[in-house]
């Protein structure tokens, strides 16, 4: 399955294929038309792959929150939240390779209380200040169990970042909500109320890894 926010790129490289196939099969020299196949076989493979969209059963649990993205856990710190959040909380952070689902999940139900997007630079994803000067949304989503907030922040490569939510909207954790093209991070701001469930260095993916447990 290929997300929806992929269609137009996918469009694009599809049709720029087809024009290297069709060039390819008008030259008459082996070794250049045969790498013009592999060239072209080669980017739609990787676009179809950076674009998948397999489906994910989140679990019931109401007292959890699962992970928004897909790739793996690059920090575990103690924050003092100063946005949306207030206070003592703990900063979860998933770095997300080319080659990991890009499509973004809620982590938990509720409604959508804060959101900004925040026009910024585009450090390294690992870099330590990556979640306060890069280019980034934050959205703040008040659950029963209280506030968590979390954003997409766009890295070196990633550039592009989609977002559907807006204040407001009602959320179930699972649902698609958008996607950061190229990797990057997601970071997760959470209250002391909750209990973390994963390490550094842990593969998560979105929509069914249970990232914290509410106490």
Same mark, same amino acid.
Do not use: W
């Given at each position: ?8 790129? +996918? ?61 793996? +856990? ?123 469930? +994963? ?17």
């Amino acid at each position: 399955m290929i997300t929806k926010y992929g269609y137009g790129t +996918v469009g694009v490289i599809a049709i720029a294929v087809f024009l290297i196939f069709a060039a390819a099969i008008l030259i008459n020299n082996s070794a250049v038309k045969y790498s013009l196949f592999a060239a072209g076989t080669i980017l739609l493979i990787f676009t179809l792959n950076f674009f998948r969209d397999p489906e994910r059963t989140t679990p019931k649990d109401k007292k959890i929150l699962i992970s928004p993205a897909d790739g793996k +856990v690059l920090l575990i710190k103690k924050v003092n939240a100063d946005r949306y959040m207030e206070g003592p909380c703990t900063q979860v952070s998933i770095f997300m390779s080319p080659l990991n689902v890009h499509v973004n999940r809620i982590p938990i139900d509720g409604k959508v209380e804060y959101f900004k997007y925040v026009e910024g630079e585009f450090l390294t994803a690992f870099h330590d200040k990556a979640d306060e000067r890069n280019e980034r949304t934050e959205i703040g989503i008040m659950s029963d169990y209280g506030k968590v907030l979390f954003t997409q922040v766009a890295g070196f490569v990633a550039r592009r970042i989609v977002c559907d939510l807006k204040v407001g909207d009602n959320v179930k954790a699972g649902e698609r909500f958008g996607m950061i093209k190229f990797g990057s991070r997601v970071d997760i701001i959470l209250p002391e109320n909750h209990e973390i469930a +994963v390490k550094e260095g842990e593969i998560v993916s979105a929509g069914t890894t249970i990232i914290s447990r509410i106490k």
